[in-house]
């Protein structure tokens, strides 16, 4: 059985900083593009960060230069690093593990972690 898990949500003030982790079971998480996405009330799920099997990363343009992604594949986790935070920031954060074998894609969510900016 394949889960992910989420941890490291919370309430932070403004300009502060949070590091997420999710922890995946049930996959050869090596193989697998990681993603972190998040939504807030009212919104669109959009795309925060991800990184590849090989470890190179990619984030969205608001994210870049605060949110960092790295992964250990020896401990099956993937982190979100989050820095100068900002109240638009708020939303849950969604892990998402994802390849393609084949045809044929396997995508895997887990359950998110509310993180919420304010003072």
């Known amino acids: 059985q394949v889960q992910l898990v989420e941890s490291g949500g919370g309430l932070v003030q403004p300009g502060g900083s949070l590091r997420l982790s999710c922890a995946a079971s049930g996959i050869i998480f090596s193989l697998y593009t990681m993603y972190w996405y998040r939504q807030a009330p009212g919104k669109q799920r959009e795309l925060v960060a991800n990184i590849t099997s090989g470890s190179s990363t990619h984030y969205a343009d608001s994210m870049e230069g605060r949110f960092t992604i790295s992964r250990d594949n020896a401990k099956n986790t993937v982190y979100l690093q989050m820095n100068s935070l900002k109240p638009e920031d708020t939303a849950v954060y969604y892990c998402?593990?994802?390849?393609?074998?084949?045809?044929?894609?396997?995508?895997?969510w887990g359950q998110g972690t509310q993180v919420t900016v304010s003072s």
């Open positions: 998402n593990a994802h390849r393609v074998q084949g045809l044929l894609p396997y995508d895997y």
